[in-house]
């Protein structure tokens, strides 16, 4: 019998081999554990010597659980399998002040206790400006008109039947960190930056369907539209494209918002939650969030922005001196801390691994820097595969906590060069009356006692 069978099998000796987390340091040759002493956990084995930390020596038996004596659920095979009911903590909150009410309202990703980059469906952030709606996909039609050779109308199927796109990316509400702006101080990276998720999208590709209809190319601009009471509505721009007022946009914008675009119909290998737009969603990556239309309904192609009560009411942001910043699509860089981060505690001096996510909307995330220290001295921390284009990147960071207190923090460098601000760099550059694109360093207090609270650091 292999390992593995036994291990589907149950144990088919009693009594098991004590645990010592440590063994296979203990058992490696000596150039290994150099080795391993050497790389970024080494810093774990060297604190299990010290006799600090995560690892503890253990020499007595485990006792025998009662799962091992007797027989489990059986297999169920008429529901949607739900996390372990340990895990019933892991769900999506809302701040109640915040809405008038649950339809225009938003829900905020758990970021705390997630691992990896993958936001599981069940916990991915909403956001609905006039309530959710469930549209039946046998009914549900897109239409694509306006400066194109070919109007032309799909049924939820015949996007199904096209050659078919798969990408990881992020979508970040551009209102994430908007309480912090404002200096209310939540103490929970779910409300500090719990509007955004990751995850695997597929659909079909703009470009694909913009050979389809034959896009004037005079055409600079695209509204899309969705199916709920909002009727949501944002242009998003092409190569070309210039502002209501004839100013060119970007170099950026023009030339790298379109390319990943895609209107998608299943998220992490399913279809679309009814609450993400089933049965299709426009996405944008990179951009914020609100222009990843849900039950989109229409693409229209136009040589102009249509300058809509949400790039004029929302989404535009007031500076300093009076003047507004109009289509501030892009997700700059960013970067949080999210173990620990408020509401964990620290168990005890000793190795605890650091672990934050960082994301551009420009492209890859190319370094992420760590500070115990309140930003004084920063240190590289390592990126987690794979490291991919607008999508969310794990990086970690080994930390032996002295038992003192820290301030800690984390900052992004993306592929174009940006490295993510401080708030005192950002106030300066944007002012003091926007809540949108708060994209600045965020410090998190350790205690003494090892508790992890939120602090603003200039
Ligand atoms: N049709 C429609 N699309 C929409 C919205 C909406 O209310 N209606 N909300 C937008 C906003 S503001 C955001 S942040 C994202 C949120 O997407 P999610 O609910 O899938 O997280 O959807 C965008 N697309
Ligand atoms: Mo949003």
């Not at 069978?5 to 081999?17: F, I, L, N, V, W």
């Not at 025998?64 to 009911?85: D, E």
């Not at 980059?117 to 549209?135: C, L, M, N």
Request: include cysteine; aromatic fraction near 8%; hydrophobic fraction near 35%.
């Amino acid at each position: 019998m292999t390992q593995s069978d036994q291990a589907e099998m149950g144990p088919s000796k009693p009594t098991r081999e004590p645990h010592a987390a440590a063994d296979s340091t203990a058992t490696a040759g000596n150039s290994t554990r150099r080795q391993f002493l050497k790389s970024g956990t080494g810093a774990l084995a060297a604190a299990a010597g010290a006799g600090a930390g995560v690892v503890q020596a253990e020499t007595s038996p485990l006792p025998i659980p009662p799962t091992n004596k007797q027989l489990g659920r059986g297999v169920v095979t008429t529901a949607y399998g739900m996390p372990s009911k340990f895990e019933a903590d892991v769900i999506r909150r809302n701040v109640e002040w915040l809405t008038p009410d649950t339809m225009a309202s938003i829900s905020f990703t758990p970021l705390q206790d997630l691992h990896g980059i993958v936001t599981p469906a069940g916990v991915h952030f909403e956001r609905h400006h006039a309530g959710a709606v469930d549209v039946d996909p046998a009914e549900h039609v897109l239409a694509i008109h306006g400066m194109v050779d070919r109007p032309m109308k799909f049924t939820v199927d015949d996007l199904k039947r096209m050659p078919s796109h798969t990408a990881f990316h992020f979508l970040e509400c551009p209102a994430n960190g908007a309480m912090e702006w404002r200096g209310v101080q939540m103490e929970s990276v779910q409300f500090t930056h719990g509007m955004i998720a990751c995850s695997e999208w597929t659909g079909v590709r703009l470009s694909t369907l913009m050979e389809l209809v034959g896009v004037d190319p005079a055409s600079t601009w695209f509204y899309a539209e969705g199916a709920d009471g909002a009727g949501l509505q944002r242009s998003v721009p092409l190569p070309g494209a210039k502002d209501q007022f004839g100013k060119p946009l970007s170099d950026f914008d023009q030339n790298n918002i379109h390319k990943d675009v895609m209107v998608c119909y299943a998220q992490n290998g399913e279809a679309l939650r009814a609450e993400n737009g089933y049965p299709i969603r426009l996405l944008v990556p990179g951009c914020e969030a609100n222009m990843s239309i849900k039950w989109l309904r229409r693409l229209k192609f136009a040589d102009k922005p249509l300058v809509t009560y949400q790039e004029t009411r929302h989404y535009t942001e007031v500076t300093n001196d009076g003047k507004i910043r109009q289509f501030s699509l892009v997700n700059e860089a960013s970067s949080v801390i999210t173990y620990p981060s408020p509401g964990h505690a620290l168990s005890g001096p000793g190795f605890h691994e650091i672990r934050g996510l960082a994301w551009s909307g420009r492209g890859k995330i190319t370094g992420v820097d760590v500070s115990i220290d309140g930003g004084r001295n920063w240190e590289t921390a390592s990126l987690v595969e794979p490291v991919m284009n607008k999508c969310l990147t794990r990086f970690t960071f080994p930390f032996n906590w002295d038992g003192a207190e820290h301030l800690i923090m984390s900052r992004a460098i993306d592929e174009t060069g940006y490295v993510q601000p401080t708030l005192t760099q950002l106030r300066e550059a944007r002012g003091t009356n926007t809540i949108y694109h708060k994209n600045s360093i965020q410090a998190w207090h350790i205690a003494e006692t090892g508790e992890v609270s939120n602090v603003q650091v200039s």
